[in-house]
């Protein structure tokens, strides 16, 4: 019952910006963490971002630090990614996913998270 929805993908040139959203519906769940993960072709779902829903602590991978910002609205149950500088190596489906239970390590994994959503291919060229 519990959905997450991305949107905001697309193809944009090197140095550019996007940001994707998530957002969250269906059966109210304890929200504890919140991340973004990616994949691209051929290779494993790896890191990007992630934030403690209540408390808005983010951490992120060596990969995009500085580079990317995430955020989320308690409103709208919507987490946000802000991409910019980005590089062709950024190229990748992009995931949401949520976390429903507590951790007292960063939620950095895979296997860390119950729910997610089913993606949205972000295209950088050079």
């Known amino acids: 019952q519990v959905q997450l929805i991305e949107s905001g993908g697309g193809l944009v040139q090197a140095g550019g910006s996007l940001r994707l959203s998530c957002a969250a519906s269906g059966r109210t769940f304890s929200r504890y963490f919140m991340g973004w993960f990616r994949q691209a072709p051929g290779k494993e779902r790896e890191f990007v971002a992630l934030?403690?829903?209540?408390?808005?602590?983010?951490y992120y991978a060596d990969s995009v630090k500085g580079r990317f910002t995430i955020s989320r609205d308690n409103v709208k149950n919507t987490v946000y990614l802000q991409m910019n500088s980005l590089k062709p190596e950024d190229t990748a489906i992009y995931y949401c996913a949520a976390r429903d239970t507590r951790s007292s390590i960063m939620a950095n994994r895979v296997a860390d998270y119950a729910y997610w959503g089913q993606g949205t291919q972000v295209t950088v060229s050079s």
């Open positions: 934030i403690n829903w209540i408390s808005g602590s983010t």
